[in-house]
Nanobody, 115 residues
Framework: QVQLVESGGGLVQPGGSLTLSCAASGSISGISRMTWYRQAPGKQRDLVAH???????YYVDSVKGRFTISRDNAKNTMSLQMNSLKPEDTAVYYC?????????WGQGTQVTVSS
């Protein structure tokens, strides 16, 4: 089993920044990919960015150039640095870990971008 705990969400004004963190614990050996998803009210959960065990990253077009995903294997954490935040970034952000064919999820952290 893998346990994931997100932190760092909150309320921020448009144009501001936030950094989300995801702490992984448990049987973390074998995690091949870690991903940030987000879900806005009334919408489906969408992929935001992922990082592979080897460091390769992927971003959806809407966050390219604004968000940066990183991973600290020594600390078993993943982060999402979010800059130039927009109201449309408002959502619950979820951490996901893929281990072999199993997905593990955190409980989510709310990000609200509003003036």
């Amino acid at each position: 089993q893998v346990q994931l705990v997100e932190s760092g969400g909150g309320l921020v004004q448009p144009g501001g920044s936030l950094t989300l963190s995801c702490a992984a614990s448990g049987s973390i050996s074998g995690i091949s990919r870690m991903t940030w998803y987000r879900q806005a009210p009334g919408k489906q959960r969408d992929l935001v960015a992922h990082i592979m065990a080897g460091g390769n990253t992927y971003y959806v077009d809407s966050v390219k150039g604004r968000f940066t995903i990183s991973r600290d294997n020594a600390k078993n954490t993943m982060s999402l640095q979010m800059n130039s935040l927009k109201p449309e970034d408002t959502a619950v952000y979820y951490c996901n870990a893929r281990k072999y064919s199993t997905d593990y999820w955190g409980q989510g952290t709310q990000v609200t971008v509003s003036s």
